[in-house]
């Protein structure tokens, strides 16, 4: 199955799954908003967990929750009320607008990043209507809103577009508070938001998303060192939770194409195959920001941002960041895990010769990890599954499925991922062991029920 069609089958089963909902949907929905489902909100609570691990088990990382509502000054300092735009174009006929750089890559033309010279639009016309497109102009993506009840300039905010920046501002309170040495980094999971003029893709481009950052705080003469380490290292996370080798690689932004804080920045892209002429897209960026916003902070607030040595020798630090999103993230779990075998893969029940969907997503990742199914409804049957299903709830998300044949039910498991399953049938009540079945290899293992929670705990740890 190509990806274009596999994308269009996650879609289906993110929402028919409990994954992924549009949001609003009852009201018509809200132009890419989307609400994560029972299922989906432990999908991505586990790459959240698995991201936050990751960086705090380095020993210089420490963590940090700072505010969505943030000060104007901070995105003039930084930036962002100036650069943080993209090129908009109108359609002269139809009015709809675009982002020119996206128009120019689905027709598979190199876009010109610069913003002083428009991209040439020429070629491209309205891809609603076939219309005639306007210049470029820049239009600012962040979100305005006002801190009160006054609604003038004096109270105007904004909605963060990066967790970044409440990193920076926290430079000194983190370093001092926590009594830190030079090298270190500050981690932040949280949500950003932008006022992106063409959404979509589903959760790849939404208004409304969560960020996974790190910033580390460097001497300029170590950054690039640094800068090459995170970058293996964030690439070599994908790998670790499955992803496959030949879906992701970097790639390095032109000058031109550069976001104002940058000198230098790598994506690492997913192929996610949108279309033909959009493959691989970024997946998460590694960006060299100099001492750019420590600089910028340091002037607009008057505040000190320098550090010493242990020779005495003060300075600024450069900033060496890691730049992810989790909706992003997810999107490519998912992409990655989906399989589907036509004919089926199981053979004792009737729906043999439909096509399976398995989902073959990481154990760290699964929303569910063992599914607890027993054989029929009966009271001593149910009973007994009742008492396993409580022993390890307390430890592993579990769900309780005890409706249609055994098959059927391993099928709905295969789907969303769950990795185990446990059967209690009759002879369970006489030999106090049950079937633990594997998502991937389909073996069926007779265990003690006295051993299951070793057992799980040898699998998942
Ligand atoms: N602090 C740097 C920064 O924000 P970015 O490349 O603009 O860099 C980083 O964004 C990551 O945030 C992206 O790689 C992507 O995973 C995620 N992201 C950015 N815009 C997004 C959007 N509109 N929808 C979903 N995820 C987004």
Redesign the pocket.
């Given at each position: 199955m190509d990806n274009t069609r596999k994308f269009d089958k996650v879609v289906n089963l993110a929402k028919n799954r409990g994954f992924v909902f549009p949001s609003a949907e009852i009201y018509g929905g809200l132009n890419s908003t989307y609400d994560y489902g029972p299922l989906g909100v432990e999908l991505k609570n586990n790459i959240k967990k698995a991201w936050w691990d990751f960086m705090l088990a380095q020993p210089d990382v420490v963590g940090l929750d700072s505010a969505i509502l943030s000060h104007p000054k901070i995105w003039e300092a930084s930036g962002h009320l100036e650069s943080f735009t993209d090129p908009l174009v109108d359609c002269k006929k139809c009015k709809a607008r675009f982002r020119s750089d996206h128009l120019l890559e689905k027709k598979g033309l190199k876009p010109n990043y610069l913003k002083d010279k428009p991209p040439k639009n020429n070629k491209v016309r309205c891809p609603d209507c076939g219309g005639e497109l306007t210049g470029v102009r820049q239009f600012n993506l962040m979100f305005k809103t006002f801190l009160g009840p006054v609604e003038d300039q004096a109270n105007q905010i904004y909605l963060r577009?990066?967790?970044?920046q409440g990193i920076y501002l926290n430079f000194l309170n983190i370093k001092e508070s926590m009594r830190l040495k030079m090298p270190f980094g500050v981690a932040q999971i949280g949500k950003?938001f932008?006022n992106?003029i063409t959404?979509g893709n589903f959760?790849?481009?939404?208004?409304e998303?969560e960020?996974m950052?790190m910033q580390y705080f460097v001497r300029a003469s170590e950054a690039d060192k640094i800068f090459n380490q995170w970058k293996k290292w964030r690439y070599d996370w994908y790998l670790s939770l499955g992803v496959k080798k030949e879906n992701l690689r970097f790639r390095e932004h032109d000058q031109d194409e550069l976001?104002h804080y940058a000198k230098k920045a790598v994506?690492i892209e997913y192929r996610f195959d949108f279309s033909k002429n959009e493959t691989f897209k970024?997946?998460?960026?590694i960006?060299h920001r100099g001492t750019w916003d420590l600089c910028r902070h340091q002037e607009f607030s008057g505040e000190k941002f320098t550090v010493r040595d242990e020779s005495g020798e003060e300075y600024l630090p450069t900033v060496v960041?890691t730049?992810?999103?989790a909706?992003?993230?997810l999107l490519a779990f998912l992409m990655d895990a989906y399989q589907e075998i036509e004919g089926g893969r199981t053979t004792t029940t009737k729906s043999t010769k439909e096509v399976e969907t398995v989902l073959k997503l990481h154990p760290k990742l699964v929303p569910i990890k063992i599914a607890i199914l027993p054989l029929s409804k009966k009271e001593q049957l149910a009973k007994l599954a009742k008492e396993i299903y409580n022993s390890l709830a307390n430890k592993y998300r579990l769900q309780y499925d005890e409706t249609s044949a055994i098959g059927r039910r391993y099928r709905r498991q295969d789907e969303i991922g769950t990795p185990y399953c446990v059967t209690i049938d009759f002879d369970s009540l006489e030999d106090k062991k049950v079937t633990v079945r594997d998502r991937d290899s389909m073996k069926q293992e007779r265990i003690a029920i006295a051993e299951l929670s070793a057992y799980f705990q040898e699998k998942f740890d």
């Open positions: 577009p990066e967790t970044a950003a932008r992106e959404p959760i790849f481009r939404m208004r998303f960020q950052e976001a994506d970024e997946l998460e960026g960006h960041e730049s992810g999103g909706d992003r993230s």
